[in-house]
Structures are given as structure tokens and as C-alpha cells.
């Protein structure tokens, strides 16, 4: 072989774009062509010759086993040839996938004088591979159906899903058109404007109605995107589409959900705001009447705490069901309340004739209830505002007709009254508050001022008693003895009751975070709140979500309220006491204790009423009456309060009787938050 043949071999090697490798049988790199130098990261400057390479420099270990023992045994023992997968590892640390070949060079005697290994990289060709498996796992798993079309939209390939949502199997459908899944329900139009944004934009999407095998038709969301080659013809059309029917369905639910009562099924206040607004509008245009009944089942509460919550659940559902079968299919029925239904009549009845409805819903209403071994009788009452008469408004109209109740309830229930323009104003009014008391809950109006505890002797302020104000947005402030009985009445003091303990809660958390010593702040409970299954529980995580501890609540309780429920309320006390809460006796002296009732209670505080104080100096057996509470209290180990001291003498003679603490005017008001906060910050003598 001439030089020049060398020399011309030698670039081709040199050009050849993959990995030429030559070595010895003792495994050392001979040669190496610029692409194998690349793809083994050895630069251009190294000379083999002078610096040793071996193959087991660019493998793993597990890799070069394989050579060790396999591949390089067999060449040597005379195979021609091996061909394979190797992975080299190369300088910079990088693994490298190849297609090997392996040659064994002999001399005449047989013997190998060296290996050549011709490497093709082939990590763009992995690469590639794991693409189109991971594509087909997509194609395969995803929820869409996916088409894949010619440019003649004939069907080349389906996914599962396009299976599973439309019934026909891939045989079925490969060849044909996706017109085969056509509903009829669209017009030509319709599919000309999609195959118009596909020319003009290479893409459409929409929601489409289409056919499945079994002939059932599903609402589709479609999207159709063109493929275009190189020279942007139109290759392919790749059609992915979402089956919309189980989550049109779904949305039902959660619209019927959000409108209707999950209780009783019927519909809910959205639903009455909605369709009083939509009738007032038609009653309007068409100048008819419209009749709205509200009806209250009789004392739910009375049966809540005598049989429990799962019992009254089902009093309730039965006398939907009754009403239901009053109720015309074309009216309204819904449940506004825990026992409060409302009745939307649009046929224009006259007078008489809702007088007659109201008495049959009210006898029916009044019919024994039998729920297994109990039998339960009430006394329902129903209101009824008329439109135009009464109320141009939804509002107006929902507020006459409660007005209504609020008289029938109040003449003695098991009756019904019409509203009355000239209805008692105090009714109208009582009802109207109430609304914005329910206001005042749920944003604002409502806040706390707090009455300092003073120690007779050193007069230190040893605790406050937690007092619920509210500032009406029209009325002003206005008195607890307005607004409590109005809660009590309502129901609503079960809430103003827990509003109370979360304020309070939150008030000696930040005085706390702000290093000032607080007190112990007592909160007064209504009885209703006793009622409450696992209150002593909620009133224990409230502690806890604000970080306090039972020894900074006292929780105060009137005689007169316990009288209420006794049972329930001291099982309620005795859980709390056992928790380590502690609990005291409001006006006491004023209810109707006596020695064996007061043992029953978990005390650990009496709190002395202000009228026996208030008459103490003047009057001997007010005087009498206050010793006999100090001794008793001392007796029985119990904290002693004195409520309502105005002056000077009274608290001289209250140290003198051996009472420690007091509260009243003589020392503080009830002091709003920041004025209680600066009073416990002041070092200076109360």
C-alpha cells in the first residue's frame, strides 16, 4: 500500500463520524479517530502512544465484566466479530449509548494483534425511543379520546379512552371518517364554521354533541389541531375530546345542593330569594297577585332538648312530607329555618281561598307525629303577606309574612294571620331587630366591655367580668335587657354566646402576647349554650386554639336560667368543673335556691346580687341576707363577689362582713377593650 493510500485511508477515518477505536490484547487504546476522542471527552493534544488508556477506564464495572468475560474471550477464541449495546463512561463522566461492532485483526498463525471497535452514538436515537414510549403512554392513559386522522380525515388511530366513551372499538373505526360518531344535532352551518377555523387557523375547539355506539348521545368538549409537513401540506388531524356528561352532571348537583336543604330536599332561602324575585317580575308585567305562607312547626327547640337532635331531624322530614302534599305542584315550598318553612303561591288566590289553605296546612300540621315509640304533637302557626298588597319587593314581602308569624305565634300559635298594615308596630319592629342582630353576628356591631373585680383591701383589680354591647347602625346602643331576651327567643343566643368566648378568647391572647398580667375574665353562659352536645369539648379547643388555659375563664351562670333545663345544664357544669374550669353563680340570692340545690352545683364562686346590696345599709334583712351569703360562701370554701357597689359605705361594709372582692360603679364602669387594656398596663393605685 502506497503513502498516499495511507494518508487517504487515514482521513477517512478521521472524517468518519463515528467512534473508531483500535487495541491491544492487553486491552490498551492504539488508536482513537477525532469522533471517538469527542465522544470519550480525550482531547486532541494527548498522545496515546504516550499516555496509556485502557478499555476499563470507560465502562462501569458491570459493563466491563461483560467484556471481560464475555465478549473478549470469544474474539480471542476465534470469533470474527461481536456486535452489540455497549454504555461508555467517559472522562468528563457521562455515559454515552452505542451500537458496537467488534473485529478480531489476526496474524497468519491465527493470533489477534489487536481488536477494532466501530462505535455509532446513539443517545439521540434513545432519546427518541423514550419520547415515543412516553407519547404512547399518553396516548394510551390519558382520560381524552384522541383521533388521529389522514389529511383526508380517515381515521388512522383511536386511544382507549376514545373507546371507552363512545363504545366502538379500534377495528370499527379505523378507515372511516369521524362522521360515524355524527348526532344529527347540529345543522351544516355548524360544521362549516369548524372546518372554516380550521383553515384559516389550523385549529377549532367547542363543545360538540355526538353519538355513541349504543346510540346514546354525550356532550363532548373537541379540540381539532392540523399536522403540517415540511412543505406545509396537511399531514395529519389530530382530534382530542373530554366527555362533558359526568361533569354537566356533577354541576347539576352542586347547583341543586347549593339551592336546595340537604335535610328535607326541598328548596332552600336561595332558591325562595330567586324564584319571589322572578315572580314579582312576571306578577308585575302581567299585572297578577302573588300569596307568600310562612309556616313554623310549633317549640323545635322544646323537642330538641327533650329528645335530641336525630328525633327532631326526623319530626321534620315527616312534616315536609305533609306539606308537600298541600303544597300545588306549581308552588314554591322550601325550608327558610330550622322549623321554618316558606309557601310560594303565583295563581293569584283570593283571600278566602288562602284562609282555606292555611287552615288545612295548619291541621295537618297539628296531626300526632308517631316516631317509633314516641308520639309528638304540635302547634304550628303560619304568617302570609300578599303582593301587591303588602310588599312590591322580595324583601318586603318575606318580611310581612314573618311579621304575620311572628303575631300568629304570639296570639297563642295553632293559628294563622294575614299581615296587617296596622300589625302591632312593636311586632314588626321586634322583627326587624332581630334581623340585625343576625347582622351584627356575622359583621360587626357587637363588642365587649369589660367590668373590673376589685380586692376590697388592696384594691387591685383581681379579674373583670366580659359585658356584650351593641351599637345599632340606626337605634344606637342599645341595652342587654333589649337585645338578650330577643336572643333567647330567637334562638340566636347560642351564637352570640359563642361570639362572646371567641372575643374574649382572642382579647387575653393579644393582652398576653403583649406581656400585660391579665385577670381572669369571667363570661356569662346561657343556659341554651349548656344544651349544646359536646360544648364542654368546643369550649376546651377554643382554649387551646388560642393558647389559654381553664384558669384564665370564669364562666358565670344565673339561678333563674339553670331552672330552665336543670338536668342537662348541671351534667353540662359538672363536665366543665371536672375539666378544671371555673364556674360561678350569678345573682344569687334572687332565684330559687335552697341549701340541697346549691350542693349540687359544681360552684366555685357566688356573686352576691346588686339589689341586696344596694339596700344593705338601710334596710336589716337585706344586711341579714348579705351575712348570711359571706358566711355560706366561706362555709363552703367558695369565692365571694359582691355585684353593684355604688359607694364608699357599702364597700366599708362589706370589708367589715369578710367579703373579699367587689364589682360596681364606685370603682369602674364597664370599660371598653382599649380602656380595660390601659387600666391593666397602669401602675398606678386603682
Not at 287552615?359 to 304568617?383: F, N, R, T, W
Request: proline residues 3%.
Amino acid at each position: 500500500m502506497t503513502q498516499l493510500d495511507l494518508t487517504r485511508q487515514q482521513a477517512i477515518l478521521e472524517a468518519s463520524q463515528e467512534m473508531i477505536v483500535t487495541i491491544s490484547p492487553s486491552e490498551r487504546l492504539l488508536y482513537l479517530n477525532v469522533a471517538g476522542r469527542q465522544m470519550l471527552a480525550i482531547p486532541d493534544q494527548v498522545a496515546l502512544e504516550e499516555q496509556p488508556f485502557f478499555v476499563s477506564a470507560f465502562h462501569s464495572a458491570t459493563q466491563y465484566r461483560q467484556l471481560k468475560e464475555e465478549v473478549f474471550p470469544a474474539l480471542l477464541a476465534g470469533a470474527g466479530r461481536w456486535q452489540g449495546e455497549l454504555e461508555l463512561l467517559n472522562l468528563s463522566g457521562h455515559k454515552v449509548p452505542v451500537r458496537a461492532t467488534i473485529i478480531a485483526h489476526r496474524d497468519e498463525q491465527g493470533q489477534v494483534l489487536w481488536l477494532t471497535g466501530i462505535m455509532r452514538d446513539v443517545s439521540r436515537h434513545k432519546q427518541l425511543e423514550t419520547q415515543q414510549r412516553l407519547a404512547m403512554r399518553v396516548f394510551e392513559n390519558t382520560i381524552e379520546g384522541i383521533i388521529v386522522t389522514d389529511a383526508d380525515a380517515r381515521i388512522q388511530q383511536v386511544n382507549q379512552a376514545f373507546c371507552e366513551i363512545t363504545g366502538y372499538s379500534a377495528l370499527e373505526v379505523i378507515g372511516k371518517t369521524p362522521k360515524i360518531l355524527r348526532s344529527e344535532l347540529h345543522d351544516h352551518d355548524f360544521y362549516q364554521a369548524i372546518w372554516q377555523s380550521i383553515a384559516q387557523q389550523d385549529r377549532w375547539q367547542g363543545e360538540v354533541w355526538n353519538r355513541r355506539k349504543d346510540g346514546s348521545v354525550f356532550l363532548e368538549w373537541l379540540s381539532i389541531n392540523c399536522v403540517r409537513n415540511a412543505q406545509g401540506e396537511i399531514e395529519n388531524y389530530i382530534s382530542i375530546f373530554h366527555d362533558l356528561t359526568e361533569l354537566r352532571a356533577k354541576e347539576a348537583k352542586i347547583e341543586h345542593l347549593a339551592s336546595h336543604d340537604p335535610l328535607t330536599g326541598l328548596g332552600n332561602r336561595r332558591l325562595l330569594d330567586e324564584r319571589i324575585n322572578h315572580a314579582i317580575r312576571h306578577a308585575r308585567v302581567y299585572r297578577q297577585g302573588l300569596a307568600l305562607l310562612v309556616i313554623d312547626l310549633g317549640h323545635i327547640q322544646l323537642l330538641n332538648e327533650s329528645l335530641g337532635y336525630n328525633w327532631c331531624d326526623r319530626f321534620i322530614r315527616e312534616q315536609s312530607q305533609r306539606l308537600k302534599l298541600m303544597a300545588d305542584p306549581t308552588a314554591t315550598l322550601v325550608r327558610i329555618g330550622s322549623d321554618e318553612f316558606a309557601l310560594l303561591l303565583e295563581s293569584g288566590e283570593s283571600t278566602h281561598e288562602l284562609s282555606q289553605l292555611a287552615q288545612k296546612i295548619k291541621e295537618a300540621l297539628q296531626q300526632e307525629v308517631v316516631l317509633d315509640q314516641h308520639h309528638i304533637v304540635m302547634s304550628p302557626s303560619i304568617g302570609i303577606a300578599l303582593y301587591p298588597q303588602d310588599a312590591l319587593h322580595a324583601e318586603g314581602l318575606l318580611i310581612n309574612a314573618q311579621a304575620a308569624l311572628l303575631d300568629a305565634k304570639e296570639v297563642g300559635r295553632d293559628t294563622f294571620r294575614f299581615f296587617d298594615q296596622q300589625m302591632s308596630r312593636e311586632a314588626r319592629d321586634r322583627l326587624k331587630l332581630e334581623q340585625a342582630l343576625r347582622h351584627a353576628i356575622l359583621g360587626g356591631g357587637l363588642s365587649l366591655h369589660y367590668q373590673p373585680k376589685i380586692h376590697l383591701l388592696t384594691g387591685q383589680v383581681t379579674g373583670a367580668e366580659a359585658l356584650l354591647r351593641w351599637e345599632h347602625p340606626e337605634l344606637g346602643a342599645l341595652s342587654p335587657a333589649v337585645f338578650i331576651p330577643l336572643a333567647e327567643a330567637s334562638g340566636l343566643i347560642v351564637e352570640i354566646g359563642a361570639w362572646v368566648l371567641r372575643e374574649a378568647c382572642a382579647h387575653l391572647r393579644a393582652w398576653q402576647d403583649q406581656g400585660i398580667a391579665c385577670p381572669r375574665i369571667a363570661v356569662n353562659l346561657a343556659v341554651q349554650q349548656l344544651d349544646q352536645a359536646g360544648f364542654a369539648h368546643w369550649l376546651e379547643a377554643l382554649l387551646e386554639e388560642y393558647q389559654l388555659s381553664v384558669d384564665d375563664l370564669e364562666l358565670e351562670i344565673t339561678e333563674t336560667s339553670l331552672m330552665k333545663n336543670e338536668k342537662r345544664a348541671l351534667t353540662c357544669l359538672a363536665e366543665l368543673r371536672s375539666k378544671g374550669f371555673h364556674i360561678a353563680l350569678d345573682d344569687f340570692g334572687t332565684g330559687y335556691s335552697s341549701l340541697s340545690y346549691l350542693r349540687k352545683l359544681p360552684l366555685t364562686t357566688l356573686k352576691i346580687d346588686r339589689s341586696f346590696i344596694l339596700d344593705m345599709s338601710e334596710d336589716p334583712a337585706s344586711l341579714s341576707i348579705v351575712k348570711t351569703i359571706v358566711q355560706l360562701a366561706q362555709n363552703l370554701g367558695l369565692g365571694l363577689v359582691a355585684e353593684g357597689v355604688e359607694n364608699a359605705a357599702q364597700a366599708e361594709q362589706l370589708i367589715a362582713l369578710g367579703c373579699p372582692l367587689a364589682q360596681g360603679f364606685y370603682f369602674h364602669k364597664p370599660l371598653h377593650q382599649q380602656a380595660f387594656e390601659a387600666l391593666l398596663m397602669s401602675t398606678l393605685p386603682v
